[in-house]
């Protein structure tokens, strides 16, 4: 996800685990698309790719002239020629689709999911997707396959949608609302025709359909969360922030529930493991199942995922908040400033670049 508050800050991507991405990439003053990778920058291309996206340890391109590749390990390599009409980089899996041809990369190694691929979602390590030929509903997660049943003359499935390791769905010939989550499917509700349900990395919420209370699967149990549905909710890594019907503000992390507000904040939001919230002007954050106060305003940039929130203070200065700490980036004028997951790409106002990478400032100049 992305934010537009300000054309040239992008959101901060940092890892709980601070050491496992190693990879951004940029394009140069020369138009030239160059990696770096650890600490070492080489130039992949002298034409600018029509687009990019980088994962933990690899990052996939479409070059110049339409072709998908992916630099590994030091390497380049064409994955596809041709019109990609999507493709996404998670955690564990490139995955790309070309002309209902849906293929899945990961560690070197290329998997064709199917040739005639009418419906499919994706995401860090879960592939769901209807093959048209063979009239199934497979899974593929953590390379095996998981079959959900004959779709017959139609899909068995009326509805779906895919978290980081989680797979919620609606079965339309059993009527139950089930999620699958790691390598077990677990039967939520009977449902009637639709639920009222969000997804993302080890959580499904959701609004029990027999009982019209508002519930949790959370690790594999399910948690009864309120006797009445929410007002508002939103879904994030192993939490979900709510206004309920007494309009608390409430804050289900990690299996517990924690009263944040006994009122309805301005406006609240969820980002993986962040949850922001402007309470009567103030900027804060709940974080690991702490709230803290960052600013004694509305900054007017605000750009946040993973474990960090970016933001200017009142002097107009980059400040960050990573993995619970407050930071300071750094003290000049900048161009424009973009992150990958945990490392920060800083373009100044001439031929200079930097990146800040595992706690280090790298100054670089246009090859």
């Known amino acids: ?71 590994y390990e030091g390497k380049v390599e064409t994955l596809d020629p041709g019109v990609i009409l999507s493709y996404e980089a998670g955690d564990d899996y490139l995955i790309f689709e070309k002309y209902q041809q849906v293929k899945v990369w990961s560690d070197g190694k290329l998997t064709n999911l199917g040739n005639n691929i009418t419906a499919w979602m994706g995401s860090d390590s879960l592939v769901a997707f209807y093959d048209q030929n063979y009239k199934n509903f497979h899974l593929f997660y953590h390379d095996e396959e998981y079959d959900l049943g004959d779709g017959l003359v139609e899909l068995p499935i009326t509805e779906f949608s895919v978290g980081n390791n989680v797979f919620a769905f609606i079965d339309k010939y059993q009527l139950t609302f089930t999620v699958f989550y790691q390598g077990y499917f677990t039967d939520l509700s009977t449902i009637i025709r639709k639920v009222d349900y969000k997804v ?22 399910i948690y009864d969360l309120e006797d009445l549905p929410p007002v508002e909710y939103k879904v994030g890594h192993g939490m979900v922030a709510y206004v309920n019907q007494n309009q608390e503000f409430i804050v289900f992390y990690n299996g517990s529930k924690h009263r944040v507000l006994n009122y309805v904040p301005e406006y609240f939001d ?55 700490e407050k930071q300071f980036i750094i003290n000049e004028t900048l161009r424009d400033i973009y992150t990958n997951r945990n490392i920060i790409t800083i373009r100044f106002g001439n031929q200079r670049w930097a990146v800040y990478y595992n706690g280090q400032l790298y100054e670089l100049e246009d090859q």
């Open 270 to 324: 969820v980002s993986d493991s962040l949850v922001a919230f402007n309470n009567q002007g103030f900027l804060n954050v709940f974080y690991d199942g702490v709230t803290t106060e960052l600013t004694r305003y509305i900054p007017p940039a605000i750009e946040w995922d993973w474990s960090t929130m970016a933001y200017l203070d009142d002097n107009l200065k980059i400040q960050a908040f990573m993995a619970g």
């Open 200 to 221: 993302n990395a080890d959580i499904v919420a959701y609004r029990d359909d027999e009982t019209n209370t508002f519930k949790a699967f959370f690790k594999g149990d």
């Open 1 to 71: 996800m992305k934010k537009s508050l300000l054309l040239f800050i992008s959101i901060i991507f940092f890892s709980l685990n601070i050491n496992a991405q190693k990879i951004t990439a940029y394009i140069n003053f020369r138009n030239y698309f160059v990696v770096f990778d650890d600490g070492r920058t080489d130039v992949l291309e002298v034409m600018p790719p029509q687009s990019f996206k980088v994962g933990p340890d690899y990052l996939a391109y479409i070059d110049n002239v339409g072709n998908l590749k992916v630099y």
